[in-house]
């Protein structure tokens, strides 16, 4: 009776023993996993299965558990690093040892794959003239990113990575690259006076004083011919939150005066557009190039609509891959969205431009600029429902104003995905998190 009351203590405390194996088994598993991911980011093979034993070299050995014994492998196939790790281990028990069973054996395995993932990465910045002191910051962090996610790409066979550029205010510069297409419509070229004398001046746009220029003499005779360089202004209210029908219901562009009158001296919507592409130094560039204009004001939907215009393959931009291709494909799409305010400014409903204001408080005023947060929270949505394999993350610079954080909150695809940077290194941060979010690879097991 002693003995077969042992017996049945022994197999009662057994299920603790076998608990506690499992334990030790999940947190193997857990390991092997971490240890496979950070493997397929490595360069080559070998940097790949060197990753691997290192990282499981570093597992801590539980009590009552001896060393686990690992395999790493590592090869490529169709494309695909594949990383394939094997861990045994035995954990002693206390009860079952009772009955002459002193350790129970534990076995963990992955076969981990990368998959090759093309992105394409539209970046919306904004560069009113409140952005003037931060412009370097900002080209700073978005180098930073370029750099690092091309880095991850290379370490990923067949990987690839496309970025767009999509400087922005209230007017957007598309340049004249798009000059002729059916979906634009701008004035013939004109005649005027080009100016030969500036001075410096102290203009207030967008809640913040900046310098500027005036033209205190002109030329005599009229040599000046203005041509359409790319400043483009919205379209009528029906589409202002879509981006279907853009031969029919065109853009309106405008000729700036001060572009070709007082020539570099500044640029009058903004640094030019630079489509989805490939070449990092071209994106680099391009990057290297965002400055803040000396006018103009918010107005966030013209930063929504052409960085979504960039990762569509519909007309006006055509570069980006169609949505069924991207399916079929895996290519992720991404739009990094950043502003460092909400709605200022409000377009002119008949020519699609954008009026100074001469009166903020004014209470018509308003009434549009509730117009515009509504435009751009519909815009949003609307492009959620459009095309969802675009994945939105959007910052708010230097901004608290609960009703702008509500809406870019709302236009991320997801609340993690709405980030708030309050000087330039959470400004540098932000950018960080979303390349570390960006840059995961895809795995399958």
């Known amino acids: 009776m002693a003995l077969l009351l042992v017996v049945l203590l022994s197999l009662a405390g057994g299920a603790m023993d076998v608990g506690i194996a499992s334990m030790r088994q999940d947190t193997l598993q857990q390991n092997i996993d971490a240890a496979a991911k950070a493997a397929l980011t490595e360069g080559t093979d070998v940097d790949a299965k060197k990753m691997a034993e290192t990282f499981t070299s570093l597992y801590p050995t539980q ?7 690992f395999n790493v492998t590592t090869s490529i196939n169709n ?76 370490r990923i066979p067949g990987t690839s990575v496309r970025f767009a550029v999509v400087p922005f205010s209230d007017q957007i510069n598309l340049g004249t690259r798009y000059k002729g297409k059916p979906w634009i419509s701008y004035p013939a070229d004109q005649l005027t006076c080009k100016c030969t004398s500036i001075a410096p001046d102290t203009c207030t746009r967008d809640g913040e004083s900046y310098t500027c220029y005036k033209c205190v003499a002109q030329e005599t005779v009229c040599t000046a011919n203005l041509t359409w360089l790319g400043c483009t202004g919205v379209r009528k209210p029906a589409y202002r939150t879509k981006i279907s029908n ?55 939907p013209t930063g929504f609509i052409w960085g979504w215009n960039m990762l569509t393959h519909e007309e006006p931009v055509t570069d980006a891959v169609s949505q069924a291709d991207a399916v079929r494909l895996g290519v992720r799409k991404f739009l990094i969205f950043l502003s460092d305010g909400g709605n200022a400014t409000v377009p002119d409903d008949n020519n699609g431009g954008f009026p100074a204001v001469s009166n903020p408080t004014d209470p018509a005023f308003l009434l549009k600029l509730a117009q515009a947060n509504t435009d751009t929270r519909t815009l949003c949505t609307n492009m959620h429902t459009t095309n969802p394999e675009i994945e939105v993350y959007t910052i708010l610079y230097r901004s608290t104003d609960p009703a702008t954080v509500k809406l870019l909150e709302d236009c991320a695809s997801s609340p993690a995905n709405a980030l708030l940077a309050a000087n330039t290194n959470q400004l540098a941060d932000a950018f960080v998190t979303i390349a570390n979010s960006i840059q995961v690879p895809r795995l399958t097991k």
């Open 63 to 69: 009590p009552g558990m001896t060393a686990p014994v």
């Open 79 to 154: 494309g695909a690093r594949q990383v394939n790790i094997t861990a045994t281990s035995k954990v002693s028990t206390r009860f079952l040892n009772v009955i002459d069973i002193p350790s129970i054996t534990i076995r963990a395995s992955t076969t981990t794959e990368s998959t090759p993932v093309p992105m394409e990465i539209a970046l919306a910045m904004d560069v009113t003239p409140s952005m003037q002191g931060s412009m370097t910051a900002l080209r700073t962090a978005a180098t930073d990113l370029v750099d690092k996610l091309y880095t991850a790409a290379a």
């Open 246 to 300: 853009a031969d029919t219901n065109r853009y309106p562009g405008f000729i700036s005066y001060e572009d070709q009158t007082i020539q570099t001296v500044f640029t009058q919507c903004g640094p030019e557009i630079s489509p989805l592409n490939d070449n990092k130094s071209q994106i680099t560039t391009s990057i290297n190039g965002l400055n803040s204009r000396t006018s103009g004001d918010t107005y966030l």
